[in-house]
């Protein structure tokens, strides 16, 4: 289930993402939330959407570093709803 676009906007908005932001997914969880995480950015928009190859413990592993998250990420975004992505939508 998915959150209304409202809502979804609401929430990307109060931590600081925008649609056109490059945002990079990854998790450490057996559930794979991240791969949910980018059906529903992609679903609401965002086109510039990845997955960290490998997860966070590969990067690690191979010394790469994270850059810090912004400490201070709210700023005017542009979530406004929009219609689901073709590509995102399911086949009846």
């Known amino acids: 289930m998915l959150p209304s676009p409202a809502d979804f906007a609401r929430a990307m908005e109060a931590i600081g993402i ?3 932001d ?3 997914l990854y ?3 057996p559930l794979r939330t991240a791969a949910r995480g980018w059906f ?3 679903h609401f928009g965002a086109t510039r959407v990845a997955m960290l190859d490998g997860g966070l413990h590969k990067w690690l592993a191979e010394a790469r570093r ?3 998250a912004n400490p ?3 700023r005017p975004a542009s979530n406004r709803p ?3 992505t073709k590509s995102s939508r ?3």
Request: hydrophobic share 30%.
């Open 82 to 84: 929009s219609a689901p």
């Open 90 to 92: 399911c086949a009846k």
């Open 22 to 24: 490059r945002i990079i």
């Open 72 to 74: 201070n990420p709210a």
């Open 27 to 29: 998790d450490n969880s």
């Open 18 to 20: 925008n649609r056109d």
């Open 40 to 42: 529903m950015l992609r």
């Open 66 to 68: 994270p850059k810090p």
